[in-house]
């Protein structure tokens, strides 16, 4: 048997680590499972902070994403001065182009521009761009520096990382986890969190499925691209350095763990018809990962079934953007018994039958 923490948190990426510190930080001892922390999401993001660019309707998940939105620039400068690392958070706005034939979005409060003040934002732009909106309170973090800043503040905060270690089941008995079995033996705590992102069906029958996404890179010496660009079937994310990440596509299929001709060419047609430069830039490398998404896209957060048990998980395309809002749910329904009232709408049972049932995760097949 290994030793016995307060918590134990199944799963090492942005939400596993986010809310093991946030945990840590209120005086909880903490031990995080990470079966391979480099297969995290997290660091297959582009790091866009863009719930009014993404077009998310009014409703709970806009208000979510906005809520933690505006938690970056505090959570980011604490994580920073906890680590004297950089996150990379940059509140550099993003743009939405628009071609004649482009589809009309939310907008919420951003503010429109005309042919003439878009090419002004940012030259170089298609000529075809009629417009765009402007959202000026987007943002953008660094990915990879963001993954090396959680790893180094849950190390400082004593967090026990235990990477390499996969839960393979839960031993339940009367709707309470009593432990873990895992590849290094059975492992015990008080509470559980479940925080597995895409492998989340591995250990319960809840609708989290891999949806794939390739992206790619270039690296350029200038600094043309000053904003990062949304536009149909891509975004253009500018680091501070030159690098320039492109993606996504989305695709469901599976665990499918490779780039393909036609995903790359699907994003460097649809970024080359946005932002023709991008062409002539040299390509630094691609990549792919899987987004953990549920049917009606909206994540899977706090109580289940079991008593003792926490949901972390489905976070979809908005993971990164979401880690520090979910970070301090989690922890503070953990730590006070007292659940968030929002956290009504992102519950399991949105997905369970009417019907009751004796199974505590007997859920509706969608």
């Avoid at 998980?313 to 979401?322: A, D, E, F, K």
Wanted: hydrophobic fraction near 40%; include cysteine; charged fraction near 15%.
């Amino acid at each position: 048997m290994n030793s016995r923490s307060d918590v134990l948190v199944i799963g090492g990426g942005a939400i596993g680590l986010a809310t093991a510190i946030e945990l840590a930080r209120q005086g909880t001892q903490v031990t995080v499972l990470s079966r391979n922390f480099q297969e995290a999401a997290l660091h297959a993001a582009a790091g866009m902070l863009a719930p009014q660019a993404e077009g998310l309707e009014p409703g709970p998940m806009l208000d979510l994403c906005l809520r933690s939105r505006d938690l970056y620039p505090e959570w980011t400068s604490q994580l920073t001065e906890l680590t004297g690392l950089e996150t990379g958070y940059w509140p550099c706005g993003i743009l939405a182009p628009a071609f004649a034939d482009s589809s009309p979005r939310y907008t919420g409060d951003a503010k429109w521009c005309d042919r003439t003040t878009i090419h002004q934002h940012q030259p170089d732009l298609s000529p075809d761009i009629v417009g765009g909106w402007w959202f000026p309170q987007d943002a953008q973090v660094n990915n990879q520096q963001l993954a090396q800043v959680l790893l180094q503040a849950a190390q400082q905060l004593s967090i026990t990382l235990e990477e390499g270690v996969s839960v393979t089941a839960f031993d339940t008995q009367d709707r309470q986890i009593q432990q873990v079995q895992t590849t290094a033996g059975p492992w015990q705590a008080q509470t559980y969190v479940l925080a597995t992102g895409s492998w989340s069906q591995e250990l319960l029958p809840i609708p989290v499925t891999p949806r794939k996404g390739q992206l790619f890179a270039v690296q350029t010496h200038t600094q043309s691209l000053r904003k990062v660009l949304f536009g149909p079937g891509t975004y253009i994310v500018p680091r501070q350095n030159g690098r320039i990440v492109v993606g996504a596509t989305s695709e469901d299929v599976g665990f499918a763990a490779y780039n393909t001709p036609g995903g790359m060419q699907s994003l460097l047609a649809a970024t080359i018809r946005l932002y023709p430069p991008l062409a002539d830039y040299p390509l630094e490398g691609c990549w792919w990962g899987f987004r953990p998404a549920t049917p009606d896209e909206w994540p899977i957060l706090g109580h289940s079934p079991y008593e003792n048990l926490i949901l972390a998980t489905g976070h979809y395309r908005n993971g990164i953007l979401l880690t520090p809002v979910t970070a301090r749910l989690i922890a503070d329904l953990i730590v006070t018994g007292q659940a968030d009232p929002c956290l009504a709408d992102f519950s399991w049972q949105r997905f369970a039958p009417s019907s009751p049932s004796s199974e505590p995760f007997a859920l509706a097949h969608s």
